[in-house]
C-alpha cells in the first residue's frame, strides 16, 4: 500500500502538480532561475542552470506534534 501512494505522488509530482497529506504536509514544486554561483575553495564563479525542485512545508499538526517530543 505504501509503495502504490509513493508511485501515486511521483506520478503526480511528474506531472507538475503539489501533493498535499492532511495533516502532515505539502510537497511544492518550485522553479529555481539561472544564478551565479561560487566554488567555496577556489572562488571561481559558474553559472547554475534553471531547475525544478521539490520542498517539503511541514503542517502545523506536524510541526505541534514534533515540539511536544
Same mark, same amino acid.
Given at each position: 500500500?505504501?509503495?502504490?501512494?509513493?508511485?501515486?505522488?511521483?506520478? %503526480? &509530482?511528474?506531472?507538475?502538480?503539489?501533493?498535499?497529506?492532511?495533516?502532515?504536509?505539502?510537497?511544492?514544486?518550485? @522553479?529555481? %532561475?539561472?544564478?551565479?554561483?561560487?566554488?567555496?575553495?577556489?572562488?571561481?564563479?559558474?553559472?547554475?542552470?534553471?531547475?525544478?525542485?521539490?520542498?517539503?512545508? %511541514?503542517?502545523?499538526? &506536524?510541526?505541534?506534534?514534533?515540539? @511536544?517530543?
Amino acid at each position: 500500500m505504501v509503495e502504490s501512494i509513493l508511485q501515486h505522488m511521483c506520478g %503526480a &509530482l511528474g506531472g507538475g502538480e503539489n501533493v498535499k497529506i492532511s495533516g502532515f504536509g505539502t510537497f511544492l514544486l518550485r @522553479d529555481k %532561475a539561472e544564478r551565479v554561483g561560487r566554488n567555496p575553495k577556489t572562488g571561481v564563479e559558474v553559472p547554475i542552470t534553471p531547475r525544478r525542485v521539490m520542498t517539503f512545508r %511541514a503542517s502545523q499538526m &506536524l510541526k505541534d506534534r514534533i515540539s @511536544d517530543i
